[in-house]
């Protein structure tokens, strides 16, 4: 079965610090990955994805995240924090199947201390 | 900018009631999902449909759970009868699914909050 992994439950950053948020994965097939932002109260929004291609994926709002096949992990990165980055990040696995079913990740909550 | 909707957004009830939440997907988009979330076991996919047919729900518990899609343009989820264990928010995505192929991203709702007491 498939699972996803989020190794930091609560990261505290000061802004322009750098982030680097950790997922791994457990799918022995192909794979499409992502990573959502929660912000306070808000509904999930799309940070980026991976299908295929570039293992290196540039999202929105400075994000970007690799996918490292040999490691199973799409590690989330941003080089400078802001205060509006607080909200919580989810890791996301699809089977990448017609459906593309997720399975999330319990989510990385971050606040970020200006 | 097309948006998933959901209603209502915030819904308390007491025990024992019938509970209904509706979504309305994207137009065009033929993939639908419902998701629970709950501070204790985070996110959950209960339900999903591809062109209006249900293709897996079991991660609804049955006795009291339902879903359905009357349209292309109407999802629910009823709850009958509602227990407090059941307070959580409810998400509704959709998506665009192609036969063959890897399907799209995921777009989600709002979600709804539902209080049991």
């Known amino acids: 079965a498939q699972s996803v992994s989020q190794h930091n439950h609560h990261v505290i950053l000061s802004e322009a610090a750098s982030l680097e948020l950790g997922c791994n994965y457990s799918?022995?097939?192909?794979?499409?990955l992502f990573w959502y932002v929660q912000y306070p109260g808000q509904h999930l929004q799309l940070l980026l994805k991976?299908?295929?291609?570039?293992?290196l994926v540039k999202g929105i709002k400075g994000f970007e995240a690799e996918f490292i096949k040999s490691k199973f992990s799409f590690n989330l990165r941003k080089p400078s924090v802001q205060w509006s980055d607080t909200a919580e990040y989810f890791c996301a696995v699809g089977d990448g199947g017609a459906t593309n079913k997720l399975i999330f990740g319990t989510g990385t909550l971050l606040a970020v201390q200006p | 900018d097309a948006r998933v909707t959901q209603t209502p957004r915030d819904k308390v009830t007491e025990m024992g009631q019938e509970v209904t939440m509706r979504c309305q997907p994207i137009?065009?988009?033929?993939?639908v999902f419902w998701y629970r979330q709950t501070m204790m076991q985070g996110l959950e996919l209960l339900a999903y449909f591809r062109n209006r047919a249900p293709l897996d729900d079991s991660g609804m518990p049955k006795d009291r759970f339902s879903a359905e899609m009357p349209d292309a343009t109407l999802a629910t989820l009823k709850i009958q009868p509602s227990e407090p264990r059941d307070s959580a928010v409810y998400f509704c995505?959709?998506?665009?699914?192609?036969?063959?192929?890897?399907?799209?991203?995921?777009?989600f709702g709002p979600g709804t909050r539902l209080t049991v007491l």
């Open positions: 137009l065009g988009h033929n993939t």
């Open positions: 991976y299908f295929s291609g570039d293992p």
């Open positions: 799918y022995g097939g192909t794979v499409n």
């Open positions: 995505a959709s998506g665009l699914g192609t036969s063959g192929g890897a399907a799209d991203t995921q777009y």
